[in-house]
C-alpha cells in the first residue's frame, strides 16, 4: 500500500475527512475507491458510498478476498445506517468468516457488530445478545470498544436493565473521548441523554405522567397489572398474555384498565373496539363474546366482570390497575418511534422492524404524512420517510423491541 493511501487510512481513522479525500479523491484504484466510499459515507452521502464500495469491491478482484470482504463489511454499515433492513445477512456472514480466518479480527468484530446491531433494530434480542456474547472487546482500539459499549447498552435499554445501561454507557463514553472522533462521541452522549426523556405515559386512576426507563423498570416490578399499549400484552410481573394478534381484545382490554376502578359502558366499548358510531345489536352480541374470550385471556390475571352499565376489571390481589402507553398520544405510535431516531425508513424497512405487513405501515405512513407528521422523499423503491423527533422524548432506542419477559 502507498503513503497516499496509508496517510488517507489514517486520516479516516481520526475523523480528518476531508484530510483523507485531499489525497485520494482524483484516484481511481481500487484502495482509493474503498477509501473515498467510508469518506463519503461519513460525509453523509450514502449513495454515492455505496456506489464507491461497489466498484472498489469489483476493482479488487477474486485474488484479494481480504479486502473485498472489507467492502462487504464497509456496504452492509452503509445499509444500517440508511435503514435497508433487507441486505442480504449470508454475504456479511461469509465476510466476516473470512476476515476471521485470515487474522483481521478487528474488522471481522466490526462485521459482527453491525449484524448485532441489526438484530437490536428488529427487536431481535435473544439472537443480538448471543452474538455479542462470543465477542471479546479487550483487544479493540478505542473506537471499536466505544461502539462494542453502545450496542451492550442499547440492548440493555430495550430490555429494561438501566443500571446495566449506564455502566455501559460510561464506558462508551470514556473509549469515545480517547478515540478522539467528535461524530463519535456525540452518539455516546445523545445515547445518555436518552436515559433522562420519558419513555412511556402511566394511566391510572383517571390521570397521566410521563415515565423515565428506570420508572418503567421499576413499574414492572411491583405487584400492579400492567396493561402494556406499547407491546400490546397484558403482564403482572414476570406472567404475561400477549394480544398482538388479538386488537379487538387488547382495545377491550384497554378501555377497561383506563377506567378502572370503576367500569365503561357497553356503547363505549362497542365504539372503543370495533369503531362503530353507533352500537346496535349485533354489536353487543359480538360484544359479548368478544369479553367472554377475553375473560379466558386474562383469567390469571383478573375477572371482568358485568355491571349494570358495562364490565369491569377487578385485579387477583393486585395492588392496582396500569396502563403503560407511548409518550406520544398518537395511533402511529411506534411508527413514529422508528422515525424519530433521525434515519430515514423505507416502508420495508419499518414494516420488518414492526413485525407488521408493509401496506399496514405504508398506510400509516400516510395517514402521518397527512398529519405533518412524517415526510416522504424519493420515488419507488427509493421513497424513504422522515420526521423530526419529538422534543423531549426517547426515540426507539428505547420501548420499541421486547420487554423483560419479551
Keep these: 500500500m502507498d503513503s497516499l493511501i ?16 485531499n489525497r485520494i479523491a482524483l484516484r481511481e484504484d481500487a484502495p482509493a475507491l474503498a477509501l473515498r466510499g467510508i469518506a463519503m459515507a461519513q460525509l453523509g452521502d450514502l ?30 454499515e452503509i445499509a444500517l445506517v440508511s435503514r435497508d433492513l433487507g441486505w442480504p445477512a449470508k454475504s456479511l456472514g461469509a465476510a ?22 441489526r438484530f437490536v433494530l428488529i427487536g431481535r434480542l435473544d439472537e443480538a445478545e448471543r452474538l455479542l456474547a462470543d465477542l471479546d472487546p479487550r483487544p479493540f482500539p478505542p473506537a471499536s470498544r466505544a461502539a462494542h459499549e453502545l450496542v451492550i447498552a442499547g440492548i440493555a435499554m430495550r430490555r429494561l436493565r438501566t443500571e446495566q445501561a449506564r455502566i455501559a454507557l460510561v464506558r462508551a463514553r470514556q473509549a469515545a473521548r480517547y478515540a478522539l472522533i467528535p461524530g463519535l462521541r456525540a452518539e455516546v452522549e445523545t445515547a445518555v441523554d436518552l436515559l433522562a426523556k420519558p419513555a412511556a405515559r402511566l394511566i391510572a386512576r383517571g390521570e397521566e405522567r410521563l415515565l423515565l426507563l428506570e420508572d418503567v423498570e421499576a413499574l414492572l416490578a411491583t405487584d400492579a397489572l400492567v396493561i402494556d399499549a406499547c407491546r400490546y400484552v397484558v403482564r403482572r410481573k414476570d406472567i404475561r398474555v400477549s394480544l398482538a394478534t388479538r386488537p379487538v381484545l387488547f382495545a377491550l382490554a384497554l378501555a377497561l384498565g383506563r377506567a378502572w376502578p370503576g367500569d365503561v359502558t357497553r356503547d363505549a366499548l362497542v365504539r372503543h373496539a370495533f369503531r362503530a358510531k353507533e352500537a346496535d345489536e349485533s354489536h353487543r352480541m359480538r360484544l359479548r363474546v368478544e369479553i367472554g374470550r377475553l375473560r379466558r385471556e386474562l383469567k390469571a390475571f383478573a375477572e371482568v366482570t358485568a355491571t349494570k352499565r358495562g364490565f369491569a376489571l377487578t385485579p387477583h390481589g393486585a395492588s392496582d390497575i396500569v396502563v403503560l402507553a407511548p409518550p406520544v398520544d398518537d395511533e402511529h405510535a ?8 433521525g434515519e430515514a425508513w423505507s416502508s420495508s424497512a419499518l ?4 413485525d407488521a405487513s408493509q401496506r399496514t405501515v405504508q398506510r400509516a405512513l400516510e395517514t402521518l404524512a397527512a398529519a405533518g407528521k412524517a415526510q416522504p422523499y424519493g420515488n419507488g423503491r427509493a421513497r424513504r420517510w422522515i420526521a423530526p423527533p419529538p422534543t423531549g422524548f426517547t426515540t426507539s432506542l428505547l420501548l420499541p423491541g421486547p420487554l423483560p419477559g419479551g
Design 47 to 76: 449513495d454515492r458510498a455505496k456506489a464507491l464500495l461497489i466498484r472498489a469491491e469489483r476493482a479488487f478482484g477474486p485474488n484479494e478476498p481480504v479486502a473485498r470482504a472489507r467492502c462487504v463489511v464497509a456496504q452492509a
Design 351 to 354: 414494516a420488518l422492524a414492526l
Design 96 to 117: 466476516q468468516a473470512l476476515l476471521e480466518a485470515r487474522g483481521d479480527v478487528l474488522n471481522a468484530a466490526h462485521a459482527r457488530h453491525l449484524e448485532i446491531r
Design 334 to 341: 411506534a411508527v413514529l418511534a422508528f422515525l424519530a431516531d
Design 6 to 21: 496509508t496517510a488517507a487510512a489514517r486520516a479516516l481513522a481520526s475523523g480528518d475527512i476531508l484530510g483523507a479525500l
